[in-house]
Every structure is written in C-alpha cells, then in structure tokens.
C-alpha cells in the first residue's frame, strides 16, 4: 500500500519517458495490494507471486497505452487480476483460503470468553466455507470487493466488468451466501 | 453496507495471506532491457517484444545478456550472447497431437492455411499447428499460430544470421547458420515446451492474422518460393 504522499501523474510520466527509478516507486507502492489481489483470486503464493512480477513488467511496457491523468491503481490491479486468473484457469484449481490462526485473538479486542471466540470463530469459517462454494465470478467480486476493500469502481476495473455487472454479481452472491448461512440477515 | 457485508469485510481482514515479498528489483531487472516508448502506435508491438524480453530474462543462462530483439506476429526473435540448454528433436517429435484438419482448426480456433496435402495436422496447446511436408527433397516442418500474442520464442546467438525480408509484402524474418534454440507458449502463456534446438534454416513470415513458420534445410530462395505458394 502507499505509505508516503506520492505524485503518481509525476512518477507515472517519469516511468513513461523510461525513468526505471519511477516504475520501482510505483512497485513498492502497489506490490502489496498487487500480492494480496493475486493471491485472493489465485490462492497460491507462488503464483501470485508470478503474476504480480509479469503483471508490473507488462504494465511499464503498456504505459504507453495508460489514459494520463487515470487512476493507476485499478488499471495495475486489473493487469495482475489477468495474470492471476489466467494461472488460476492453467492450474484447473485454486487453494483454498484460510482464516489467520492469529485472528481469534485480536490485538486491542477485550478478551473473548472461550465460548465466544469459539462461536466467532466457526461463523467465520462457515462464512468462508461458503464463499469459497461460489462460482468464480461471484467469489472474485467477493473478492474484489469486501476482502480488498475496493469501491464499486475499482472491483469492475480489476475484473475488467462494467460497473453494473460488479453490482449484480455481488447481488447474487450475497444472496447465494444468506441462503447457504440461513440464519444469516 | 448491510451485516453481511461487513461480515465479509472482517472476514477479509482476517484472511491468512502470505506477507508480500519485495518483487520491485526483479520487476526493474526485467523491464531494464529497453524503455517503452510513449507513442501509441508503437505501444502495442513494443509490450510484445518486451514480453519476450521477459521470456528470456526467465532462462537463467540467458539473464543479462541479451543483444536484439526482433518481432514478427506471433514469434520474437531475441539475439543473445550464450544460447540456453536445449534438447534435439526430430522435425517430427514433439509437435503435438495428430489430428484431422478439421478437428485441428476447431482445435486453435483458426482458418489453417498449411499445406492441405498432408494428411495429419499436429496441434500443440490450443494454439500451434504443424504439418511435414516434403520439398525439394528435404523434409519441411510448417507452422502456424495466432499473429497476436507471443507463441514462440527463438533464441539465436552469434553464428546465426537473421534477416528481414518480405513475403508477398508482408515482413518476414530469415534465420539462418548455426544453431537456435525454439520455445513454444500457448495463449496464457501457461504451457511452456522444453526448449529446443533446431539446427536447419527458418523463415518466419506474416499471412494476415496468423504467422507462419518454416524449418527445414532449405536456401533462402527455395524457402520463399515455398512460402510465396502457399500464401
């Protein structure tokens, strides 16, 4: 993620005119976000981390295609998103996702009793279980959206769908999760 | 957002993801070949060559000592100081499986212009058909493969001329002298054949949306006229 104020259009256009210094900024500024997309929609490390390295080696060499004055980050995410998916199609299969062990003891939480972490931790899993029983589009969507926290916008660059089609998938793979979970709002 | 969706937000939160590590250097080693070019029309080829750069800064032997680059269709052709290793095969080894013509174009999805007299297509991937072919005495491997995209790859080192030329104005690229090393990709670049080396003559050439390829110990002149025959 950008830990320090940067100017992207400037670094963008350094990167443009061949200024290498510029595209490593702008790697480190995104190979996190870039990894934990690949890696949500892949879900192996290997992989994903191949698709982030071909995906940024890709992007510099289509900045001459980048809309100046476009937010970057979508168009990044959508690149490496490709990479990812097209890994995830070679391989016919993706790792399931796990919740963080680490997770059942949040740091600045008040301590749980051991009832409710235990119930805390089961509806987690079952809400994972489910996800991970979706199709493709709805679990990337999912993925996209909640799990990476994109907007609306952002989700249908990465998945290169139009904005409406982002909305409807989620529709129906929220409404696909509340009828698995049932008791579920 | 509504309880689940903020349930999904948690839950993503609590998500068991790998730390990332730091790829920027190997992204800059990669790309550090060539700079792109800001304008439109050159954009696109250039990000295909770049690819291959990419392609072959992944054989370790050729890291760091690429010289050219060459780019025609489907196929990029990059000079380097040291060939990588490389198996032999016959012409007729490793090209895939054999097929009927029209159970090989249902397979690539494309209109094959190969030579419709040999009786078996062979396909490798969903995106590389081949035939062998007899001419002028010697046994001839065509080729053909989507014109965009990056299907294979030739590694040529010093020894090997490589030319540009035309056929039936189109661009065409002759190889020709010592050895090259040939890899094949298919269209996600998923599969990757064991590179191999092949020690007769190619001429590469363009033949509208495909490329064509041509291997076989021919001179110049006999493969053009070949070419020019079946275009």
């Known amino acids: 993620m950008v830990d320090r104020p940067l100017d992207e259009t400037q670094l963008v256009e350094q990167a443009r005119r061949g200024d290498l210094a510029a595209w490593e900024t702008i790697v480190r500024a995104y190979q996190g976000i870039a990894f934990r997309t690949a890696y949500l929609l892949g879900g192996s490390a290997a992989d994903a981390e191949e698709a982030v390295q071909d995906g940024f080696v890709k992007a510099y060499r289509a900045l001459g295609r980048f809309r100046r004055g476009a937010p970057l980050k979508p168009w990044l995410l959508r690149i490496v998103a490709n990479e990812a998916k097209n890994r995830r199609r070679a391989a016919g299969r993706r790792d399931a996702l796990a919740v963080r062990v680490a997770a059942e003891d949040r740091p600045g939480d008040a301590v749980p009793s051991p009832e409710a972490a235990l119930l805390a931790g089961e509806s987690r899993r079952r809400l994972l279980e489910a996800v991970e029983r979706l199709s493709d589009e709805h679990r990337d969507a999912i993925a996209c959206r909640y799990f990476l926290e994109l907007s609306e916008d952002e989700t249908a660059a990465a998945l290169g769908v139009r904005r409406g089609t982002v909305k409807s998938r989620l529709s129906r793979a929220l409404e696909r999760l509340r009828d698995e979970l049932g008791e579920m709002p | ?231």
Do not use: C
């Open chain 2, 1 to 231: 957002m509504n309880e689940l969706e903020l349930q999904l937000v948690e839950l993503g939160r609590e998500l068991d993801v790998p730390a990332a590590p730091d790829l920027a250097p190997r992204v800059v080693e990669r790309v550090e070949g060539r700079r792109p070019f800001p304008w439109r029309p050159l954009a696109v080829a250039l990000a295909v060559v770049v690819v291959a750069v990419a392609i072959a800064f992944a054989v370790p032997p050729a890291r760091g000592a690429i010289l050219r680059f060459f780019h025609l269709g489907g196929a990029s052709v990059v000079r380097v100081e040291t060939l990588p290793p490389a198996v032999e095969r016959s012409q007729a080894d490793g090209l895939g499986e054999p097929l009927t013509r029209d159970a090989a174009e249902r397979r690539v999805a494309f209109k094959l212009v190969l030579p419709s007299t040999a009786s078996r297509v062979y396909v490798l991937g969903d995106s590389l058909a081949s035939v062998v072919v007899r001419a002028y005495g010697r046994t001839v491997l065509v080729s053909e493969f989507p014109g965009r995209g990056e299907f294979l790859e030739k590694l040529v080192a010093g020894r090997t001329d490589v030319e540009r030329l035309q056929v039936d104005g189109q661009p065409a690229l002759w190889l020709e002298g010592a050895p090259h090393v040939l890899q094949y990709f298919d269209r996600h670049r998923g599969f990757r054949e064991e590179p191999i080396l092949i020690r007769g003559n190619v001429l590469l050439w363009v033949h509208g949306p495909v490329t064509l390829r041509l291997e076989g110990k021919l001179t110049k002149a006999q493969a053009l006229e070949l070419a020019h025959r079946l275009d």
